[in-house]
């Protein structure tokens, strides 16, 4: 099975920074990767698919990049909303594996 | 607007048995691809099942395949997941949720708040 691995696994950051975390998947996945925002106690949130198509309603400040094993989740300005654990996902074939989560936390 | 509740949850002994439920309303149920996709208390998400729109075909994850089985039912917008031979590993929030449009590929655009499991004795 192919396995998504997210780096850094925790990350503090303070309101106004610029943050990026980044997914790596052990065999190439085109562009299909999908990018959630869980907050405590709430079920996960669509940020972006098909690697770097923000789902709508997402503010412009989140962007996705890559292809193949690389990609990367940037927010372009911390907004006190946005402290919350985001997982990566991979969409092709089977097991729809999920990257273990980064954590992003104020600083 | 699109919700998604499930019900089912609960305590179970090891070995145990138990369906968890997820109706579906606001959205044309039977043309979207249903998952279930877990949380165990304090950790990350795990992909579990999937079923078509057509509800003929079913993947599943490794950690459940030949206990779990998910089905739906287009006429009443609800898909199941039964859980067989449960394991104290199987203790999580089970989230439903609906693939965004048809086709294959899809992400994940709206989920239920999820249904806990507990196993223990």
């Known amino acids: 099975d192919i396995q998504l691995t997210q780096s850094p696994s925790f990350l503090s950051a303070s309101v106004g920074d610029r943050v990026t975390i980044t997914c790596r998947a052990s065999q190439g996945i085109s562009s299909y990767l999908a990018w959630y925002q869980q907050k405590p106690g709430k079920a996960p949130k669509l940020l972006i698919y098909a690697a770097s198509t923000l789902q709508s309603g997402v503010p412009s400040r989140f962007s996705g990049s890559g292809s193949g094993t690389e990609f990367t989740l940037t927010i372009s300005s911390l907004q006190p909303e946005d402290f919350a654990t985001y997982y990566c996902?991979?969409?092709?074939?089977?097991?729809?594996?999920f990257g273990q989560g980064t954590k992003l936390e104020i600083k | 607007e699109v919700q998604l509740v499930e019900s089912g949850g609960g305590l179970v002994s090891p070995g145990g048995s138990l369906r968890l439920s997820c109706a579906a309303s606001g959205f044309t149920f039977s043309r979207h691809s249903m998952t279930w996709v877990r949380q165990a208390p304090g950790k990350g998400l795990e992909w579990v099942s999937i079923m078509n729109d057509a509800a003929d075909v079913t993947f599943y994850a490794d950690s459940v395949k030949g206990r779990f089985t998910i089905s739906r039912d287009n006429s009443k917008n609800t898909v199941y997941l039964q859980m067989n031979s449960l394991r104290v590993e199987d203790t999580a929030r089970y989230y439903c949720?609906?693939?965004?449009?048809?086709?294959?590929?899809?992400?994940?655009?709206?989920w239920g708040q999820g249904a806990l499991v507990t196993v223990s004795s």
């Open positions: 949720a609906k693939a965004d449009m048809p086709g294959p590929a899809r992400p994940l655009d709206y």
């Open positions: 996902q991979r969409l092709n074939d089977y097991p729809r594996t």
